[in-house]
């Protein structure tokens, strides 16, 4: 019975070609997510932040919003957080496709670059989480006491990213296993 997966179906030129064209939307996307995040958190008013999070104010509390300069800046850089764990998984899979485009499958530099990729999309998920946190506090910290808020969100969505990032991971780890026996056999040769 022939075996209809071979090795030289991974080598075909449209597998590589695809395997490029993987590489180069991780390294688009590695540098265009973190910018259109900047822009997005520098422009969005105070009150669409406070919706992003899951906070929706009173008129009157939204009258009485006060937020200083300080704590504008420091949402900024704490909401860039996640996206830039994102763009370090991104450049990491960027990577990974690469060497499958250059026919590197199984080789502990690839299983590196798949783990942080794996590592990258769940601290993202996980920073997302402290973030909204921490953003809901910050912007809310001017209103009158008893009247601040600390949203807290964790959706179908995130859930499943982690489910995904954990499989990743896992996937990677057999992957390692697969490389030291291989080493292991090549000994033998």
Known sequence: MKNAFAASTLTRPDVQRLNSAFAWVCALL????????????????????????GVSLSTLQAALLEVALWQRMLVVMLG???????????????????????????????????????????????AGFLVSMLTSVLLTAGIPAGQRALAVSLGSNELLTLLFAGMVWQIAAVMAKAVALAEENAQFV
């Not at 540098?31 to 822009?39: C, D, G, H, I, S």
């Not at 998984?89 to 530099?109: H, I, K």
């Open 80 to 126: 860039m957080v996640p996206v830039c764990c994102a763009a370090y998984g991104l450049v990491c899979a960027m990577r990974c496709f690469s060497g499958f485009s250059q026919a590197e499958y199984f080789s502990v530099r690839t299983v590196r670059y798949l783990r942080g990729f794996a590592a990258g999309v769940f601290a993202s998920v996980v």
């Open 30 to 53: 590695a540098v265009a997510l973190p910018l259109a995040v900047f822009y997005q958190l520098v422009t969005t008013p105070t009150e669409g932040l406070l919706l992003r999070v």
